[in-house]
């Protein structure tokens, strides 16, 4: 149980175009989700905080017009990557928790991000 | 602020030999504490966990005692595989708001 799914793994897009990643909770319900991201040989950084029908939460030095992030169900959070650079290249990585449970959270397997 | 700090790696050990991965952290209140475990290419899996002080939590042979006294949460493992070859991250729970603070992770390799 508990199982977090992403889609795409791994995407290669243009500079200057949008790119749509999608985490979905496939036998549980999230009222809540992160997305982190994750630089090479580096530590996951939290980028938002995403619950269930409400706007997301960002961390300081995300910039929220960048990064739309969308919780429309319980099961579904999306990020969309707007006016991709090469700098927005990396592994971007969702979580989601139970509801009722604020802290454990289940990883999806995560998106590589590369933008040429 | 709350935050992780983990030994640095990588760390190279033959099979069968002792692990122990530092980690301490700074934290208002009493968080909860994690140890993940992400294989090459794959996203991060909860290894172990534990609530309150003085806990122990394990899981395939590893272990992490909660050390509030020391402000520690070191992974030990008695007998390591090739197979634990992996990036081990330490991370802690801030209890009122649920948001995960990670260390910057260690890199463990082992060697037939």
């Known amino acids: 149980g508990a199982v977090v799914s992403q889609h795409p793994s791994w995407v290669i897009c243009k500079s200057g175009t949008s790119v749509k990643i999608e985490c979905r909770s496939l036998d549980f319900q999230a009222t809540t989700m992160f997305w982190y991201r994750q630089f090479p040989k580096q530590s996951l950084m939290l980028m938002a905080t995403?619950?269930?029908?409400?706007?997301?939460?960002?961390e300081q030095g995300v910039e929220k017009d960048k990064f739309l992030i969308n919780h429309a169900s319980l099961t579904l959070s999306t990020l969309t990557v707007t006016s991709a650079h090469p700098e927005d290249s990396s592994f971007y990585i969702c979580s989601a928790t139970l509801s009722g449970s604020r802290n454990e959270q289940y990883f999806g397997p995560g998106t590589r991000l590369t933008v040429t | 602020g709350d935050s992780v700090t983990q030994m640095e790696g990588p760390v190279t050990l033959s099979e069968e030999a002792f692990l122990t991965i530092n980690c301490t952290y700074t934290a208002t209140g009493y968080p909860s504490l994690f140890w993940y475990v992400q294989y090459p290419g794959e996203g991060l899996q909860l290894l172990l966990k534990?609530?309150?002080?003085?806990d122990k939590g394990s899981n395939k042979g590893f272990e992490a005692t909660y050390r509030k006294e020391t402000t520690s949460f070191h992974l030990e493992k008695g007998s390591v595989q090739v197979s634990d070859s992996a990036v081990y991250f330490c991370?802690?729970?801030?209890?009122?708001?649920?948001?995960?603070?990670f260390g910057q992770g260690t890199t463990l390799q082992v060697k037939p």
């Open positions: 995403s619950n269930e029908g409400s706007k997301a939460t960002y």
């Open positions: 991370a802690l729970s801030a209890f009122n708001t649920g948001k995960l603070i």
């Open positions: 534990a609530t309150k002080a003085d």
